[in-house]
């Protein structure tokens, strides 16, 4: 097997990952065909779940199946940040009736069902019924020095707090490619923490306004007219968001990570558990299947 033919970033020394392998494209949802063949039979007839297609930052390299999906943002008259929840509507599912969260945005069926992996799908903030404002939080470690010094465990992210996403850094890569924020949305007043990547950056800015970008790093970044038309409906003056889930095995990445500098992942999203790597200036549809959530 060649270098090329895997995924794992080569300075790893890590046994490749060929997606050929069960539970690699079958499961991800990577190819269309092999994915609606898995999913026919893999559908489940609880609550929730089966053959669906998210938005989401693209699986550059790493053994992770596929990209960590997308959450739609809007800002509200005050400046404060917020996901877009869908809208929750009952549904029969393999002959059961059940309630779900779906809406149509920017020419995709946006779903709760893209956040049911990695366990999320039995977090109390994930059930399409349950209420919350939706605003992203920070928490009480975030990864980023700037929000230590500036933000408390609990706080709401506003807009001024990214004025500076044009120039920003952290020493990692180059400078001025957006400034980013970790936090969590819909696990106020819950046991489990849904942990979400905001970042504002002036490439998303331009993909949403031109479906093409320079970034500061010197890259030319290009999107199709159904990416662009979702970006500009999921996106809000450069930010953009999504559920920092690795999809591997359920760790939690970094944008700007020191140690994504050794696996040329310096600008690119870094997971430290098995090197994936995510990158978030390609919004790719990926399709998977969604695991059902336990009853109600």
């Given at each position: ?24 494209a ?13 999913n ?108 230590s ?10 807009v001024d707090?990214?004025?500076?996403y ?7 890569g ?23 990547t ?5 490439v ?10 320079r ?35 359920c ?13 040329n992942?310096?600008?690119?999203v870094?997971?430290p ?9 390609s919004?790719?549809?990926?399709l ?5 959530r336990?009853?109600?």
């Amino acid at each position: 097997m060649s270098a090329d033919e895997d995924k794992y970033p080569g300075e790893s020394g890590r046994r490749r990952f060929v997606k050929g392998v069960v539970g690699g494209a079958a499961l991800a949802g990577v190819g269309a065909t092999g994915s609606a063949a898995i999913n026919s039979v893999t559908t489940s007839p609880g609550k929730g779940g089966g053959a669906t297609q998210a938005m989401a930052i693209e699986n550059t390299d790493g053994p992770a199946p596929r990209g960590m999906p997308q959450i739609p943002i809007e800002i509200d008259s005050d400046g404060y940040i917020k996901g877009v929840w869908p809208d929750v509507k009952t549904v029969s599912q393999g002959g059961v009736q059940v309630k779900i969260a779906e809406m149509e945005l920017g020419g995709q069926t946006y779903s709760s069902e893209w956040f049911q992996y990695c366990g999320v799908e039995t977090y109390q903030g994930i059930q399409p019924t349950f209420e919350s404002q939706n605003y992203f939080h920070v928490g009480s470690s975030p990864a980023y020095q700037w929000q230590s010094e500036e933000m408390s465990a609990g706080d709401r992210f506003t807009v001024d707090m990214f004025s500076d996403y044009e120039s920003w850094g952290n020493g990692v890569g180059v400078q001025g490619l957006g400034k980013p924020a970790t936090g969590n949305w819909r696990s106020q007043d819950t046991e489990d923490t849904i942990p979400v990547t905001i970042l504002r950056s002036p490439v998303i800015e331009q993909l949403a306004e031109d479906g093409q970008a320079r970034g500061a790093d010197g890259e030319t970044y290009e999107v199709p007219s159904n990416v662009q038309t979702w970006l500009q409906a999921s996106t809000a003056q450069g930010f953009i968001a999504w559920l920092n889930k690795c999809t591997h095995f359920c760790c939690v990445p970094k944008w700007k990570s020191e140690g994504g500098v050794k696996f040329n992942a310096a600008n690119e999203v870094y997971c430290p558990c098995h090197q994936s790597v995510y990158e978030p200036f390609s919004i790719v549809p990926t399709l998977f299947t969604a695991r059902p959530r336990p009853e109600e």
